[in-house]
Structure formats: structure tokens, C-alpha cells
């Protein structure tokens, strides 16, 4: 008898050089959007001493853009169920790119608020489109692509934060996003042009057959961890400017700490990855998480150079468990439910990212900086009595 799912994927799946180029392209993609959405941390100090901003005011504006890339994740991939990925990719990047644009010209900050609102929504189709592509393009090969995609995403953090950085040196900020909308315009256009049409295709025309699968459960538990890992990586990255400039950093060497971070942390979704797969979920949450906590404190100790030193491997520690939970995700639904499974996991994940650096920015604001970082290392530690319930279901059959 014909296997149902070995003939879905010889049938749809494309050549090499198509799911070449659709992995370029969505990377590609990735890259430019979570730069554009990292990049943010940096003008975060900006924005305060240009609109003179409590951290709870300026956490506000970190979480309009996240909260709407979160909250459009679903509508975003039905709406490529109906035009077709690249469609919704292309108009997606263009709407990231005029936010950007737009935050530059406005001298308001309503307007800002606006803008960044605005580029949030453009956001949200980089995620559910990218990763579906890859992962429609590969078939059941698709795990080694869908890291190199997960990993450029890394790369873009690295290097918008830090030429965003070199930027303000000369320019004023508006000048900075303007320079930086019209590269994303560019990309908006690269993907129209290069990105293959049959990645990813609308509902009616995808293949339905060996799509019935079981799962083994588990899957709210992996969800809450993700949830709270994110809420501890944004928490932080939130105050670290403001930790980096109270330790006598310069706005050029807050930007290179951003990159050193991000920088590890794209080491550390391949290292974690590769060490989950020897050691377990369970044991490389709590090894991740727990060093999590342990650099947040090393951090909030040190002086300037030492805490310089030691983000690279806080990077690695707050990436690490990302990569291990994305991964499961397969594992502990269905089949059948997979695309809908992830895109929760995306919203719960980037909603958190949204909400997390409201919440710590108002604890900044009645205790300190110092203090409600060390909140987030307690929550890191939160994580580990749920990575512990979720064992079991990560069992083998």
C-alpha cells in the first residue's frame, strides 16, 4: 500500500534549489524583523530623555510593538491560508518598514506609539509565514533548515542593535529609522521578487493526507515555560541599557552589550539544541534556566568590563531554552494540530514579550532597576518544577 505521507511529500515537495531560495528569502526575512523588533531596546533610552518617560512609560512602548506582533500571529497565518505566503510577507515587511518611517517624521508621542503599533502588525506576519514556508519546503527534512531560519533571526538582533548603535552617533534618531525603514522597503521588495510562489500556497491547494497524528500531551506545560522564559528574557533586556549606562557605559558600548547578547544567544539555540538532544528537555531547561539566574545576578554585581564579559553566556543561558521548547512542540501535539500548535505558542511566547516589560518596568518604577532585575532571575527559577511535570510526557513510547 502506498504510504499517504511519503507520497504528499514527494508529490508537493520542491526542488532543491526552490527550498534553497524559500530558506534564504524566509531568513532573510527573519533576520530583518527581529532586528527591526530588538532594535527598539536601543532607542529605548532615547525615547525616555526625549519624552521625558517613567520605565513603566517607556516598557509601553517596547510592549505596543510586541503586543500587536503577538496578538496578529493567528489572523496573520489564516490571512496566508487565503493570499498565499509571499503575498502576506511582502505586505507584512513593507507595513514594518512604514512604521519605522512613520516613527521617524512623528514629533509626538502619540505618534510614536502609532508607528511602533503599526510595525508590530507588519511583524506578525514574519513568524507563521517564514517558519511554514521552511518547513513546507523541506517536508520531513525540515528540522535542519528550520534552525539555520530559527538562528538568522539571531543574527538580524545582533546587527541592528548594533549598527542602529553606530548610526546615532552621527545621526539623529529620526534620521537613523529613516535609513533603516528604507533597507526594510529593499527587503519588502527582495521577497516579492525572489521569494518561490509555491511557499507557502493558500488552504485549498495544500495537501491534506497523512496529516492524523497522536501526540502525548504535555503540550500546556511546555506552553507556560516558554511563556515565563520569554517574560524573564524581555524583562531584562529591557532594563539592561539602563543597568549598562548606570555602570558608566556610553550609548556606542550599551549597543555593543546588546549584540554580545544576542550574539550568544544565537551560540546558544545551537548549543542547547544539540544538548537537549543528548542530555534531555528536562535537564537543559534546568541547566539554561538556572544559569540564567545565576549571570542576572553575576551581572547586577560586577562592574562595567566584568559584566561586559559575562553577557555572551547570559545570551547563550536566556536562548537556550527557546530553542529546546520550540523543537518539542512536534512531539507533544498532534500531527494534524502542528500549525495551530505553533502559532499558539508563537502568540502565548511573544505575548508574553509584549506584557512581561510592562509589568517589570512598573516594578523598576517602585523599587529600582536593580531590584526588578532580580526579579527576573527568581522567575527564571520558576520554570524549573514545570520542566519537571512536563518530563513524563517526553517519556518514550
Same mark, same amino acid.
Given at each position: #500500500?502506498?504510504?499517504?505521507?511519503?507520497? %504528499?511529500?514527494?508529490?508537493?515537495?520542491?526542488?532543491?534549489?526552490?527550498?534553497?531560495?524559500?530558506?534564504?528569502?524566509?531568513?532573510?526575512?527573519?533576520?530583518?524583523?527581529?532586528?527591526?523588533?530588538?532594535?527598539?531596546?536601543?532607542?529605548? /533610552?532615547? *525615547?525616555?530623555?526625549?519624552?521625558?518617560?517613567?520605565?513603566? !512609560?517607556?516598557? #509601553?512602548?517596547?510592549?505596543?510593538?510586541?503586543?500587536?506582533?503577538?496578538?496578529?500571529?493567528?489572523?496573520?497565518?489564516?490571512? %496566508?491560508?487565503?493570499?498565499?505566503?509571499?503575498?502576506?510577507?511582502?505586505?507584512? $515587511?513593507?507595513?514594518?518598514?512604514?512604521?519605522?518611517?512613520?516613527?521617524?517624521?512623528?514629533?509626538?508621542?502619540?505618534?510614536?506609539?502609532?508607528?511602533?503599533?503599526?510595525?508590530?502588525?507588519?511583524?506578525?506576519?514574519?513568524?507563521?509565514?517564514?517558519?511554514?514556508?521552511?518547513?513546507?519546503?523541506?517536508?520531513?527534512?525540515?528540522?535542519?533548515?528550520?534552525?539555520?531560519?530559527?538562528?538568522?533571526?539571531?543574527?538580524?538582533?545582533?546587527?541592528?542593535?548594533?549598527?542602529?548603535?553606530?548610526?546615532?552617533?552621527?545621526?539623529?534618531?529620526?534620521?537613523?529609522?529613516?535609513? #533603516?525603514?528604507?533597507?526594510?522597503?529593499?527587503?519588502?521588495? %527582495?521577497?516579492?521578487?525572489?521569494?518561490?510562489?509555491?511557499?507557502?500556497?493558500?488552504?485549498?491547494?495544500?495537501?491534506?493526507?497523512?496529516?492524523?497524528?497522536?501526540?502525548?500531551?504535555?503540550?500546556?506545560?511546555?506552553?507556560?515555560?516558554? @511563556?515565563?522564559?520569554?517574560? @524573564?528574557?524581555?524583562?531584562?533586556?529591557?532594563?539592561?541599557?539602563?543597568?549598562?549606562?548606570?555602570?558608566?557605559?556610553?550609548?556606542?558600548?550599551?549597543?555593543?552589550?546588546?549584540?554580545?547578547?544576542?550574539?550568544?544567544?544565537?551560540?546558544?539555540?545551537?548549543?542547547?539544541? *544539540?544538548?537537549?538532544?543528548?542530555?534531555?528537555?528536562?535537564? $537543559?531547561?534546568?541547566?539554561?534556566?538556572?544559569?540564567?539566574?545565576?549571570?542576572?545576578?553575576?551581572?547586577?554585581?560586577?562592574?562595567?568590563?566584568?559584566?561586559?564579559?559575562?553577557?555572551?553566556?547570559?545570551?547563550?543561558?536566556?536562548?537556550?531554552? +527557546?530553542? @529546546?521548547?520550540?523543537?518539542?512542540?512536534?512531539?507533544?501535539?498532534? +500531527?494534524?494540530?502542528?500549525?495551530? +500548535?505553533?502559532?499558539?505558542?508563537?502568540?502565548?511566547?511573544?505575548?508574553?514579550?509584549?506584557?512581561? /516589560? @510592562?509589568?517589570?518596568?512598573?516594578?523598576?518604577?517602585?523599587?529600582?532597576?536593580?531590584? !526588578?532585575?532580580?526579579?527576573?532571575?527568581? +522567575?527564571?527559577?520558576?520554570?524549573?518544577?514545570?520542566?519537571?511535570?512536563?518530563?513524563?510526557?517526553? !517519556?518514550?513510547?
Amino acid at each position: #500500500m502506498t504510504n499517504p505521507i511519503a507520497s %504528499a511529500a514527494t508529490l508537493h515537495a520542491p526542488d532543491c534549489a526552490q527550498g534553497r531560495r524559500t530558506l534564504i528569502v524566509a531568513s532573510m526575512a527573519h533576520a530583518l524583523h527581529d532586528g527591526y523588533t530588538d532594535t527598539v531596546f536601543v532607542l529605548l /533610552p532615547v *525615547w525616555q530623555a526625549e519624552f521625558r518617560l517613567g520605565y513603566g !512609560a517607556i516598557a #509601553m512602548l517596547r510592549g505596543l510593538y510586541a503586543g500587536a506582533m503577538a496578538g496578529l500571529q493567528v489572523p496573520a497565518g489564516a490571512l %496566508a491560508d487565503r493570499m498565499g505566503g509571499r503575498v502576506v510577507l511582502v505586505l507584512g $515587511t513593507a507595513l514594518t518598514a512604514l512604521g519605522y518611517l512613520l516613527a521617524g517624521f512623528t514629533g509626538s508621542l502619540p505618534g510614536l506609539c502609532i508607528a511602533l503599533a503599526a510595525a508590530g502588525c507588519g511583524s506578525s506576519t514574519q513568524h507563521p509565514v517564514g517558519s511554514a514556508a521552511v518547513a513546507r519546503a523541506y517536508g520531513a527534512k525540515a528540522r535542519g533548515p528550520l534552525g539555520v531560519y530559527n538562528f538568522s533571526g539571531d543574527l538580524g538582533k545582533a546587527a541592528f542593535p548594533a549598527a542602529a548603535s553606530l548610526l546615532l552617533m552621527r545621526l539623529p534618531w529620526r534620521g537613523t529609522l529613516w535609513l #533603516m525603514a528604507t533597507f526594510g522597503l529593499a527587503t519588502a521588495i %527582495a521577497i516579492g521578487l525572489l521569494m518561490p510562489a509555491s511557499g507557502p500556497e493558500p488552504a485549498w491547494r495544500r495537501p491534506e493526507a497523512g496529516r492524523q497524528g497522536k501526540g502525548r500531551g504535555g503540550f500546556p506545560l511546555l506552553f507556560a515555560i516558554g @511563556v515565563i522564559d520569554t517574560a @524573564v528574557r524581555m524583562g531584562l533586556l529591557t532594563f539592561l541599557p539602563f543597568l549598562l549606562k548606570a555602570k558608566g557605559a556610553p550609548l556606542p558600548t550599551v549597543g555593543l552589550g546588546l549584540a554580545m547578547v544576542f550574539l550568544g544567544g544565537a551560540g546558544g539555540k545551537f548549543t542547547c539544541g *544539540w544538548l537537549g538532544g543528548r542530555i534531555g528537555v528536562l535537564w $537543559t531547561v534546568i541547566l539554561t534556566e538556572g544559569g540564567t539566574a545565576a549571570a542576572i545576578l553575576l551581572l547586577l554585581a560586577l562592574p562595567l568590563t566584568a559584566a561586559l564579559a559575562v553577557l555572551p553566556l547570559l545570551g547563550i543561558m536566556l536562548n537556550g531554552t +527557546s530553542s @529546546v521548547l520550540y523543537g518539542t512542540v512536534p512531539e507533544l501535539t498532534a +500531527s494534524d494540530q502542528s500549525e495551530r +500548535s505553533f502559532a499558539l505558542f508563537y502568540t502565548g511566547t511573544i505575548g508574553a514579550g509584549a506584557v512581561s /516589560p @510592562v509589568l517589570y518596568g512598573l516594578l523598576g518604577d517602585s523599587v529600582g532597576v536593580g531590584w !526588578a532585575t532580580a526579579a527576573t532571575a527568581i +522567575s527564571a527559577l520558576a520554570t524549573l518544577p514545570l520542566a519537571m511535570a512536563l518530563a513524563p510526557h517526553l !517519556a518514550k513510547d
